[in-house]
């Protein structure tokens, strides 16, 4: 049965990119913002920059923006195939220039910009990390949602198969098969890209794997 299931996600997913003329639109969209002005001197500046944002005439930290594009923060494609090396890289150079010590002598101000931008760089990080949450967020910029709970999309061979592998996992522990589980969850999570809402269940059985192997 896995076999059956595995080949059927296999024809059917592709990877999943933003339609072309939906990319533009968002990217043009988001590039015709007005320009901000620095809350601490009053100057202009392109509302639409790098992170962390930096006042060019005073230096002043300014705030993150009101609804940030991760992958603009992250310097990544708006797409589903990411280079994941480069997010990996961008994010410790982030890190690094949003440390605490780099604001210790700032305004109160400016440090508590400081810990908004640090928090959305680590929420933005695992937003795109994850195949999963990738999608559902690329989803999201079009405008469309998964609804928690329904399953009307997902073929009842396919649901069947699910319960089957919950039903194994509360099984006596038995190594060899969790980890014959372990290698078809992996296979299916690199190659149902654009099926997301199977995605969601292959996620949450890869975390029951993990807790068998690695028990408490």
């Given amino acids: 049965m896995w076999a059956l299931c595995r080949s059927q996600i296999c024809r059917a997913v592709r990877a999943f990119r933003l339609p072309a003329v939906a990319s533009r639109l968002h990217c043009a969209e988001r590039d015709s913002s007005p320009a901000s002005r620095c ?7 392109p509302a639409r920059g790098g992170l962390p944002r ?9 705030p993150p923006e009101p609804r940030p594009d991760l992958f ?70 079009n405008g469309v949602e998964l609804a928690e709970g329904t399953d009307s999309d997902i073929e ?9 592998i919950n039903e194994r996992l509360v099984e006596p522990q038995n190594v060899a098969k969790i980890e014959e589980i372990e290698s078809l969850i992996e296979g299916d999570l690199q190659e149902a890209k654009k099926l997301l809402v199977k995605l969601k269940y292959f996620e949450n059985l890869e975390e029951k794997v993990k807790s068998k192997k690695n028990p408490a």
């Fill in 156 to 164: 009842v061979e396919f649901l069947k198969e699910i319960m089957e």
């Fill in 72 to 141: 603009r923060i992250m310097g990544c494609d708006c797409s589903f195939n990411i280079d994941v090396q480069q997010l990996q890289q961008r994010f410790r150079s982030l890190q690094r220039s949003l440390h605490p010590d780099y604001f210790s002598q700032r305004s109160q101000k400016e440090r508590d910009f400081s810990e908004q931008h640090s928090s959305l760089v680590n929420r933005a990080y695992r937003t795109l990390l994850s195949p999963l949450s990738r999608g559902l967020y690329l989803l999201e910029l």
């Fill in 54 to 62: 930096f006042c060019p005439a005073c230096q002043a930290l300014q």
């Fill in 39 to 45: 809350w601490s001197c009053g100057s202009p500046f």
